[in-house]
T-cell receptor, first 114, second 113 residues
Framework: GEQVEQLPSILRVQEGSSASINCSYE??????FPWYKQEPGENPKLIID?????ERKQIQELIVLLDKKAKRFSLHITDTQPGDSAMYFC?????????????FGKGTLLTVTP | ETAVFQTPNYHVTQVGNEVSFNCKQT?????MYWYKQDSKKLLKIMFS???????VNETVPRRFSPQSSDKAHLNLRIKSVEPEDSAVYLC????????????FGPGTRLTVL
């Protein structure tokens, strides 16, 4: 099955700087790559996703890049704020099929310091 | 705004007991899931249920079984709990299989003594 590696596991940045999280996957058939944010004591929530027909997607301060050849994708948070502090999970899946499964990375704990 | 509801919030039990967790979604979605999130925050899919088809993660022990009465409900039963079952169990739903946002419930925290 699909394996998703996520690095770093812990990331500490200063407010106003950028934060980058990198993920890699194994299944070349994977075509959907969401990112979830989980705040302490809360459930994971989707913040941005990208499909294999795109290389870049931006929603406000969130940028996702996808390199299908290298089987890598990344999340970049520009101008980080203390409210960005949370666990971030990348994930990968293929659309449809009976063996659909969303595989999550191990998570990155982001801390934004004032 | 909560649209995926889970009960109970917490459950403490002893090894060997049977437990059941409930999940209901009001989003009209066709697909529901159960995930296990351990103390290191690892998120692992346990089951997917879509159009009466159950997809099981092959690593899930057989003491776990999902139960669905309709597409808005997916419960989880654990026949004889083990200490390693202590975790947060997250229910989620999505409009369909593959390529859709998944909406997570608040989770049920299970502690096995």
């Amino acid at each position: 099955g699909e394996q998703v590696e996520q690095l770093p596991s812990i990331l500490r940045v200063q407010e106003g700087s950028s934060a980058s999280i990198n993920c890699s996957y194994e299944d070349s058939a994977s075509n959907y790559f969401p990112w979830y944010k989980q705040e302490p004591g809360e459930n994971p929530k989707l913040i941005i996703d990208i499909r294999s027909n795109m290389e870049r997607k931006q929603i406000q301060e969130l940028i996702v890049l996808l390199d299908k050849k290298a089987k890598r994708f990344s999340l970049h948070i520009t101008d980080t704020q203390p409210g960005d502090s949370a666990m971030y999970f990348c994930a990968a899946s293929r659309s449809g099929g009976s063996n659909y499964k969303l595989t999550f990375g191990k998570g990155t704990l982001l801390t934004v310091t004032p | 705004e909560t649209a995926v509801f889970q009960t109970p919030n917490y459950h403490v039990t002893q090894v060997g007991n049977e437990v059941s967790f409930n999940c209901k979604q009001t989003l009209g979605h066709d697909t529901m899931y159960w995930y296990k999130q351990d103390s290191k925050k690892l998120l692992k899919i346990m089951f997917s249920y879509n159009n009466k088809q159950l997809i099981v993660n092959e690593t899930v022990p057989r003491r776990f079984s999902p139960q669905s009465s309709d597409k808005a409900h997916l419960n989880l039963r654990i026949k004889s709990v083990e200490p390693e079952d202590s975790a947060v169990y997250l229910c989620a739903s999505s409009p369909g299989l593959g390529g859709y946002e998944q909406y997570f419930g608040p989770g049920t925290r299970l502690t096995v003594l």
